[in-house]
């Protein structure tokens, strides 16, 4: 059983932590100094990443005990804006680590300079999902990313606050009461708030993430690459439907902002979307809490929010050595303890077949069955959504101008207006 790795307090700190955390370990066969190892053997990898990739102190340990002629620095960007903005800089220069984590949403630009990476061996290529290869495929064929996560989406909620408003509290009951659409979804959240005065959800931003992610071509054409946001009519409908909700609905914490990690622990909101990378951010900023539980639903059936890969910069010192540390970073194996410590539910068919997954629980989440909850959010997924080289673009200028209207410095039709103008001026 996984339970027992997932104790209360046990998961690392969330996304917006900076703090470096040092990691050890990797193959020695790799560490000379032809490959960036020091005279005597030794080498030291970098291994940069954002949010909480479940890399805990036991891998430390474990890396130590095994190969103690590597030492791997591993450093945690505040935000994967940050990590991104890091990344594009230096891509083909120098000052990237050994190993950069990105994010799916950048693929598309980051395909764009595939030839800047080192290949993952071709031996390795079926350990993972159909889709998340061949996402991850440039037209020579070379898998550029090692694939970490992906993120089937639940509801995770407040058991206590939900019991205030007089509404059903077990996970099954919750999974029935949200069952259906967005209407539904904002119906509930309606009478929440009406009851006690308080948010239903955190943000505007994190909710319309879950909407437009069910969205088959939201900004652009798949076909022509051309983009096409300003005058889809779903996109619109979605920017509309979440600024009415969040009126009296919305807590207004911008996600990763210092009031939305507290508001995880001080009760500013009842319910949060939930892919399965976000239980190790809410029980790392809410260690206190005993009443964070998760529901195997989501509104409008199903949704994939995020996922990640590993990627090996192709003039790095170390390139060898960090492909035998990314390879071992996402194996079936340490892929499910990475999601034993922060929930990142695993991109690896083995994985994913395993008895130990389907048996998964989470003690901080009220012993949710967490396992099966994302195994059965993964199976409910039936969009994927095409995102061309202007997507993260597009959807971080969204992202803005909800912010905005939350905020109070712009209305729903002004923050709109700017955001069209905005992307009409990307090239």
């Known amino acids: 059983m996984i339970s027992a790795a997932l104790r209360r307090g046990g998961i690392a700190v969330a996304a917006v932590s900076a703090t470096a955390l040092v990691l050890a370990g990797c193959a020695g066969g790799s560490s000379d100094a032809a490959d960036g190892g020091s005279s005597d053997g030794k080498v030291t990898l970098t291994v940069s990443t954002f949010n909480d990739f479940g890399y805990t102190d036991d891998l430390k340990k474990a890396y130590e005990a095994e190969h103690p002629d590597v030492t791997v620095v591993f450093t945690k960007a505040a935000t994967s804006n940050d990590a991104r903005a890091n990344y594009f800089q230096k891509l083909g220069k120098s000052g990237l680590a050994d190993i950069e984590a990105i994010e799916v949403d950048w693929l598309p630009e980051v395909m764009k300079y595939s030839d800047l990476l080192a290949p993952v061996p071709a031996d390795l290529t079926s350990r993972w999902l159909d889709w998340k290869t061949a996402a991850a495929t440039d037209k020579d064929g070379n898998l550029i990313g090692y694939g970490t996560d992906i993120g089937p989406e639940g509801v995770c909620y407040r058991s206590d606050l939900f019991a205030e408003a007089g509404l059903p509290t077990d996970r099954d009951e919750v999974a029935a009461l949200l069952e259906g659409g967005w209407d539904k979804y904002f119906q509930v959240g309606a009478e929440y708030s009406q009851k006690t005065g308080k948010a239903f959800f955190d943000s505007a931003g994190g909710t319309y993430q879950g909407m437009v992610n069910q ?213």
Not at 273 to 292: Q, R, Y
Request: overall charge negative; glycine content about 8%; proline content about 4%.
């Open 215 to 427: 969205i088959e071509a939201a900004y652009e054409d798949p076909k022509s690459g051309d983009i096409t946001a300003t005058k889809n009519a779903d996109v619109k409908a979605a920017y509309d439907q979440v600024l009415a909700a969040s009126k009296d609905q919305s807590a207004h914490l911008g996600q990763w902002s210092d009031d939305w990690n507290a508001g995880l622990a001080n009760g500013a909101f009842a319910t949060m979307l939930c892919p399965g990378w976000m239980l190790g951010v809410i029980s790392g900023n809410a260690k206190d809490v005993t009443t964070w539980d998760i529901a195997d639903v989501f509104p409008g059936g199903g949704g994939n929010w995020g996922g990640s890969y590993l990627t090996i910069p192709a003039n790095g010192k170390n390139v060898k050595a960090a492909q035998e540390l990314a390879d071992w970073l996402t194996s079936p194996e340490t892929q499910m303890k990475a999601f034993a410590a922060a929930g990142t539910f695993p991109s690896q068919v083995d994985a994913m077949k395993s008895d130990e997954l389907a048996a998964a629980t989470n003690e901080f989440f009220n012993d949710a069955p967490v396992g099966t909850i994302l195994s059965n959010r993964a199976q409910a997924v039936t969009v994927s959504p095409y995102k061309g080289a202007f997507y993260f673009q597009i959807n971080d200028a969204m992202q803005k101008a909800l912010t905005r209207v939350e905020e109070g410095t712009q209305d729903a039709k002004t923050s709109w207006d700017q955001w069209v103008s905005e992307v009409e001026a990307i090239k």
